[in-house]
């Protein structure tokens, strides 16, 4: 019987301890989850503090991406007297394929719209280029293709690169 009355005790302290502690819980389950609420708030304003600068960081990188694919400025970085329709193709796909994989990363810190629209401009950038060249004849030269591109550039409304950095310049601004 001594060890009935035991354990009988026992049981009664860890229901009192268990009742007890689950009132603790309640008066403070309030201040509990206010306390975790403020950790993660902390959180997202500290990993927000790291990287804004890594946003605007990849914004930047894809304006410059944009104004370096331009044919405008890809012609007078990339021409030079003499030089053949093959090789200035290819030098011009060259560039813009090396830039847009020296930029790939950035879409981790923009918007999937903005990065799609920013591929999609390399894609149509690449297409002008081969559809430039085979509208010319097979004896052209890279002045004939330059013209052919810069021609067809100017027939455009809108210009898409131009109309890439403002849609950049939008996301940026979402940010703040």
């Given at each position: 019987?001594?060890?009935?009355?035991?354990?009988?005790?026992?049981?009664?302290?860890?229901?009192?301890?268990?009742?007890a502690?689950?009132?603790?819980?309640?008066?403070?389950?309030?201040?509990?989850?206010?306390?975790?609420?403020?950790?993660?708030?902390?959180?997202?304003?500290?990993?927000?503090?790291?990287?804004?600068?890594?946003?605007?960081?990849?914004h930047?990188?894809?304006?410059?991406?944009?104004?370096?694919?331009?044919?405008?400025?890809?012609?007078?970085?990339?021409?030079?007297?003499?030089?053949?329709?093959?090789t200035?193709?290819?030098?011009?796909?060259?560039?813009?394929?090396?830039?847009?994989q020296?930029?790939?990363?950035?879409?981790?810190?923009?918007?999937?719209?903005?990065?799609n629209?920013?591929r999609?401009?390399?894609?149509?950038?690449?297409?002008?280029?081969?559809?430039?060249?085979?509208?010319?004849?097979?004896?052209?030269?890279?002045?004939e293709?330059?013209?052919?591109?810069?021609?067809?550039?100017?027939?455009?409304?809108?210009?898409?690169?131009?109309?890439?950095?403002?849609?950049?310049?939008?996301?940026?601004?979402?940010?703040?």
């Amino acid at each position: 019987m001594n060890i009935q009355q035991v354990l009988t005790d026992i049981v009664i302290l860890f229901i009192g301890i268990f009742a007890a502690l689950m009132a603790v819980y309640y008066i403070l389950k309030n201040d509990i989850q206010q306390f975790f609420n403020l950790k993660t708030i902390e959180i997202n304003k500290e990993s927000r503090a790291h990287i804004l600068p890594l946003r605007l960081q990849a914004h930047e990188r894809l304006i410059i991406f944009t104004d370096r694919i331009n044919p405008a400025n890809l012609l007078v970085r990339l021409h030079q007297q003499g030089i053949g329709i093959a090789t200035l193709q290819a030098g011009i796909l060259n560039e813009v394929r090396s830039e847009y994989q020296h930029n790939i990363t950035q879409q981790l810190y923009i918007g999937s719209i903005t990065w799609n629209v920013v591929r999609k401009l390399k894609d149509d950038t690449i297409a002008m280029i081969n559809n430039a060249v085979q509208g010319l004849p097979a004896d052209a030269n890279g002045i004939e293709l330059s013209k052919a591109i810069l021609q067809h550039m100017a027939s455009i409304n809108e210009n898409p690169y131009d109309l890439t950095i403002e849609l950049i310049k939008k996301d940026i601004q979402q940010l703040f």
